[in-house]
Each structure stands twice: as structure tokens, then as C-alpha cells.
């Protein structure tokens, strides 16, 4: 689990079951399955009000999508992509009714799009129920030129963008689901620390 | 009297530089001869005549060259100004808390006149003349924040306050010192101050946050931050670093008291009126060391205070290529004799 020293950083409690929902509408992630199966694998009235979206991610050879639709879900997506799957969540939000409980588990960069999608149709960021499972890998914006990195293990690295050298910083955007990347040699250009795989 | 607006630039050329005037009324920001955090809020009360807080909004010899500085930086990077729809009442407040002040305190250069919901406002250093409705944005060039802020010195924050707490909710951040708005935006008291190191152990933004909550309209505060720069740049944004941050490796002994500058930000929060929301206003002073020293107290005291300051702020504000060499420098002004107490010069 992710350290809660870094002040920006939202603390993911887990998924725990919202016994009074009308609806649940679950997002996972490669590892996040096991997380939604460890909830909802017993609970089959509440499967029964649920949809799920799920993209295996790195997982795929796992086969955890199997497992999940052995439950019988009221709706379920199974996506091939994260991009895929978030566009399918913002079309059911958009018909989403009162008494629906958002959930979503996986990772980080992950949450942080969910949530974000959430909140742009009105859902308070605090009422989703999240949690991190899987790779460390965080989603990083380069503070200079605005791009997102995706899967970022190791301080400092390229932006996917501006090709400057990054280093993350421990500061992170709930709005943008992303840590802050600064230009790691801008005071002497090419010299750069030794590469640390932090974040795996 | 009159204030003198000077034609200068803080990029490039560099051309900035204080009066002597504009010397002896810098917000010199150590009353003692240490620094370390402090909840160093107060009464944001009128202060000395001709001092940087004599009013609530200073206006000074800069003015003109600063605003020319941020229409430069918002032509390249509009990121810099920012605001979530539910804002736009705090926009109006902002506005309004501006214009009123700048008005009253320097009627020889703006003028605000109301006829209900139809105002007046003339800015002669800028050479502007509009009339709008309070209330209509459409009746302005710019949204209101955007519009107010590009003729007052100074960044904005403008803090929504819920679930007890402050949220950077709209701004504009053309001035600062390392910090991204672009990133901050949304994020609540605690989040934006996440990179700051120490602080939180010591409960600083715990305290700050429960007086700020309570913080009553009519009754401002502020209090004073500081850092250094190198060459008299406004905009030492994170995201110009990779441009600017060179400049840090440019120092030598020779050239210290021309390229090292002190940066003070007075810091002042206002309860707006309408919104419930709050006014954080970042206003940037800065000042050489050659210019700095003209002042013999201020000399000995910066000498001690960058002598014995702490790893963790060395580090944090940026100091470390040039600090060695600055107080090295600063030495040779610091006679040993004792400091008074307090801010302002002997």
C-alpha cells in the first residue's frame, strides 16, 4: 500500500459494501478484481444491483475476468483497454440515479481517472469507495509541458512528452489523478541522479 | 504624493532595480537575527505612512513593469489563471475588495465610481477607462478576477471554504515562487502545503488553518514569507524551471550582491463578503543584496540569519549553489554589533 506520508496524497480505505445503495457501479483494474471479488462474491443481492466494469490491464493471464463473470452481475463491461472503459463509465454516469454507490479498485493512475469522471458528473470525490491494488506505478504530470506518463517505476525519467528529464516529486493532484514531475537537471543540464526503481 | 512609475523588466535584460525610496520601504522580513517557522499571522492593520503597509493593497514604483511582466506570462502560459465555475461570485467580491481599495488610497490613479450596478473604473498609470455591470460578466474584456488582477500587483488565490477547510479554488499565479496553480487547483489547505518540509511536524498548518477558518470580514491579516532569487525574476514558476533554472549556477563571489536578491511575499487574507470565500494575496517585493545592505541593520541581520539556517530550508527554498558564497558575501557587511529588535531600519 501506498505510504500516507505524502500530505497530498489520498489514504484509499478499501471497498466496503454499501448496504443501503440502490445501485452499485464498480470500475477495476488488473488486481482491483480481487479486491471487488473479496466484497461482492458473497453478497449475490447486491451483485444483483451492480454493474461492473473491469479491464485486465497487466493481468490478463490471470484471468480474473472469468472469476468475475461466474458472479452474475446485473450489467457487466469487460473492457479491453483503460481508456475504453472509462468512456463506457461516463455514458452509464450520465444515466446514473440517486442511491448509486461508485466503487473502483486498482491502480492509482487508475482511481485518479475514475474519480475524476465522477466528479465531472456531480459526484462528490470523498463519497467514492477506492482501492489500490497492484503495481505501485504512479501517473505522473510533467509540470512543464502538462503531459501524462503513464506507469512511471522509477525517479527520475523522460517525459512521454517534452523528452525533459523528470524526477517525481511526492506531491499529488486528486483533480488530475497524478503526481508532479520537475525537471531534474534544468541547473545542470545532463548531469542526472542515479535511476531508482521506487515505484514498482 | 505622486508615485514615480518606473519603465523596467524582470526577464531577459533584467533592468529592475529599487529607488531609494523603494529600499527603505521593503517588508525586510526578519525581527530578529534567526528564522524559523512560525504562525507569524497578524492584524493586516494600516502600518507606518509610506511603508509597504500603509494600505491594504500596495501600489508602488513597480507597478506599471509588473503588469506589463504578467500580461507577458498569460499571453505564453494561459494555465496561469484559473477558476472552478462555483467561483464567479468570489470573482465579483475580488473585484470589488480591489478596486475599492486602489481607489480610495490612490485617488491620483484610479478612480471608482457606482451608480447601483453601474460602475466606473479609471486606472491612469494603465491607461484604461470602463464602464461595466457588477454582476455581468459579459460586460467585461475578461472574467472578473482575471480583469481586476491584471491591474493589481501581486497573485490571487481565491480559497471556497466547506467540510472545514480551504480549497484553492480559482486564481491567478504569475509571480510565484515554485509553486504550479495548474496543479494545486482544487486541492484543499493541506494537500497545496504538501511540499513544504517540517512545517507539518511542528502543527504550523493546523494552527494557520483553524484561525483562517474563523477569519471575520472587515478583519484581514497577514504575514510574511520569504525566499531568494537569482536576477530580479517574477516568474520563477515551476513550469519556466527548466528555463530558469540555470540562472542559479551563474553566481560568483563577484557578482553576488548584483544577482542574489532577497524575495519577500507579504502574504494577506480577506473574508469576502458575498461568497463567503477568501482573498489569499501573494505580493512578491524583491531587493539585491548590494541594495539590501545600504540599510546597515538589515546587513548584520540577513548575515545571521542565512548563516544559521536550516539544511532542510537551504534545500527547500533553492539556496544551495549560491548560499556559501551569499553569506561569505553578506560577512563583509556584518560588523558583529548588535541588532535592535523588529523590522524596520535604524
Known amino acids: ?200 | 504624493m505622486t508615485i514615480q512609475f518606473k519603465q523596467e523588466t524582470f526577464r531577459d535584460d533584467f533592468t529592475f532595480s529599487n529607488s531609494p525610496e523603494a529600499i527603505r520601504r521593503f517588508p525586510f522580513p526578519f525581527d530578529r537575527d534567526e528564522y524559523m517557522y512560525a504562525v507569524n499571522i497578524e492584524q493586516h492593520m494600516p502600518g507606518p505612512a509610506k511603508s509597504a503597509f500603509e494600505f491594504p493593497i500596495d501600489i508602488d514604483e513597480h507597478y506599471v513593469a509588473e503588469m506589463q511582466d504578467r500580461a507577458l506570462v498569460l499571453k505564453e502560459d494561459p494555465l496561469r489563471c484559473q477558476s472552478l465555475p462555483h467561483m464567479i461570485t468570489a470573482e465579483w467580491d475580488l473585484l470589488e475588495l480591489l478596486m475599492e481599495s486602489m481607489a480610495k488610497n490612490y485617488p491620483e490613479h484610479f478612480t471608482l465610481t457606482k451608480d447601483g450596478d453601474r460602475w466606473r473604473w479609471v486606472n491612469r498609470p494603465l491607461g484604461i477607462d470602463q464602464s461595466f455591470t457588477f454582476g455581468d460578466v459579459s460586460t467585461l474584456p475578461y472574467p472578473p478576477m482575471e480583469y481586476v488582477t491584471r491591474q493589481c500587483q501581486g497573485d490571487f488565490c481565491l480559497l471556497d471554504q466547506r467540510l472545514d477547510n480551504l480549497w484553492m479554488d480559482s486564481g491567478i499565479v504569475t509571480t510565484q515562487a515554485d509553486w504550479s496553480l495548474d496543479f494545486d487547483i482544487g486541492m484543499n489547505f493541506m494537500e497545496w502545503h504538501a511540499p513544504v518540509p517540517l512545517a507539518h511536524d511542528l502543527g504550523v498548518f493546523e494552527r494557520a488553518l483553524k484561525f483562517l477558518l474563523n477569519l471575520q470580514q472587515g478583519r484581514p491579516v497577514r504575514r510574511l514569507n520569504w525566499t531568494m532569487t537569482i536576477n530580479p525574476r517574477l516568474d520563477t514558476s515551476p513550469e519556466n524551471y527548466h528555463k530558469w533554472g540555470k540562472d542559479r549556477t551563474t553566481v560568483t563571489p563577484e557578482n553576488v550582491g548584483d544577482k542574489v536578491h532577497l524575495r519577500v511575499e507579504l502574504q494577506a487574507l480577506w473574508r469576502l463578503p458575498r461568497s463567503n470565500a477568501i482573498v489569499f494575496s501573494i505580493r512578491a517585493y524583491m531587493i539585491k543584496m548590494e541594495e539590501l545592505v545600504t540599510v546597515p541593520k538589515w546587513g548584520r541581520r540577513l548575515h545571521r540569519v542565512l548563516r544559521g539556517l536550516k539544511p532542510e530550508l537551504v534545500e527547500y527554498k533553492g539556496l544551495s549553489r549560491y548560499h556559501g558564497m551569499t553569506v561569505d558575501w553578506l560577512s563583509r557587511h556584518d560588523d558583529g554589533a548588535p541588532t535592535s529588535p523588529g523590522f524596520f531600519p535604524d
Open chain 1, 1 to 200: 500500500m501506498p505510504a500516507a506520508t505524502i500530505k497530498s496524497r489520498p489514504i484509499y480505505p478499501g471497498l466496503s459494501l454499501d448496504g443501503k445503495a440502490r445501485r452499485h457501479l464498480i470500475a477495476a483494474e488488473g488486481e482491483g478484481a480481487l479486491a471487488v471479488l473479496d466484497v461482492f462474491a458473497d453478497q449475490p443481492d447486491a451483485v444483483a444491483r451492480a454493474t461492473l466494469l473491469y479491464t485486465p490491464g497487466g493481468s490478463a493471464a490471470q484471468e480474473h475476468g472469468a472469476k468475475l463473470s461466474a458472479l452474475d452481475f446485473d450489467g457487466l463491461h469487460l473492457m479491453p483497454t483503460q481508456p475504453t472503459l472509462l468512456t463506457r463509465l461516463g455514458v452509464i454516469l450520465q444515466t446514473a440515479t440517486m442511491g448509486t454507490r461508485i466503487y473502483v479498485a486498482g491502480v492509482e493512475g487508475f482511481i485518479g481517472k475514475v474519480i475524476a469522471s465522477a466528479q465531472t458528473h456531480g459526484v462528490d470525490p470523498q463519497s467514492v469507495r477506492a482501492e489500490h491494488r497492484g503495481s505501485l506505478a504512479r501517473r505522473v504530470q510533467c509540470v512543464h509541458c502538462k503531459g501524462m506518463t503513464e506507469n512511471v517505476t522509477a525517479t527520475p525519467f523522460v517525459c512521454s512528452h517534452c523528452g525533459l528529464n523528470l524526477f517525481v516529486r511526492d506531491h499529488f493532484s486528486r483533480r488530475l489523478g497524478a503526481f508532479q514531475g520537475v525537471c531534474v537537471d534544468a541547473e545542470a543540464p545532463g548531469e542526472l541522479p542515479a535511476r531508482e526503481e521506487l515505484y514498482l
